[in-house]
């Protein structure tokens, strides 16, 4: 159980277009989805916590209008990174919970490529 | 801030030989500590936590960690490596607000 699925796997866009990812949680119902960023052999770093049905809470020096996340439905959280340049090609790696307090479960991640 | 340290960057070990990746941690309060391993191109693979109770914890595919408050650590540790288990390895600890620190990260390698 708590199995976390990300679409896509992988992605490379042009620079200066929108590229949405998606995570679901296919088992369970997650109140809360969290959205990492890793860059290659580093650590991860939390970008945002969103709840269901509210707004995403950003961290510290993460733009909230370039990457818009929502939380519709209790499976599915998008991030969507807009107008992207070359730095944010990153690894995106979201995790959900039952709630904002029990374990997180991770997704396999997002390999976003731009040029 | 709660904070975890991994001092490795890298551990080499031979299959069958003891693993041990280490972490030592700063908090205020109770820590929530956790591992997790990453193989290439994946996300994160939940191995064990410790809460509260006794100090070693048994988690997936035979590893353990050991809890320890007066050196405040908390080591990942496997009797007998495989090769299998050549990943990266993250340590981490759960803030007051419920939120995950991580470690820089461990490459482990487990040569044949």
């Known amino acids: 159980g708590a199995v976390v699925s990300q679409h896509p796997s992988w992605v490379i866009c042009k620079s200066g277009t929108s590229v949405k990812i998606e995570c679901r949680s296919l088992d369970f119902q997650a109140t809360t989805m969290f959205w990492y960023r890793q860059f290659p052999k580093q650590s991860l770093m939390l970008m945002a916590t969103?709840?269901?049905?509210?707004?995403?809470?950003?961290e510290q020096g993460v733009e909230k209008d370039k990457f818009l996340i929502n939380h519709a439905s209790l499976t599915l959280s998008t991030l969507t990174v807009t107008s992207a340049h070359p730095e944010d090609s990153s690894f995106y790696i979201c995790?959900?919970?039952?709630?904002?307090?029990?374990?997180?479960?991770f997704g396999p991640g997002t390999r976003l490529t731009v040029l | 801030a709660q904070s975890v340290a991994q001092p490795e960057d890298q551990v080499n070990v031979a299959e069958g030989n003891p693993l041990t990746v280490k972490c030592t941690y700063s908090v205020s309060g109770n820590p929530y500590l956790f591992w997790y391993v990453q193989y290439p191109n994946r996300g994160l693979q939940f191995l064990l936590k410790?809460?509260?109770?006794?100090?070693l914890v048994k988690g997936s595919y035979g590893f353990e960690a050991e809890f320890n408050k007066s050196q405040t650590s908390f080591h990942l540790k496997k009797p007998s490596a495989l090769v299998s288990d050549s990943a990266l390895y993250f340590c981490a600890v759960r803030d007051p607000d419920y939120k995950l620190s991580f470690g820089a990260g461990t490459t482990v390698t487990v040569r044949a």
């Open positions: 995790s959900a919970s039952v709630d904002y307090y029990n374990e997180q479960f």
């Open positions: 969103s709840n269901e049905g509210s707004k995403a809470t950003y």
């Open positions: 410790y809460i509260t109770g006794d100090n």
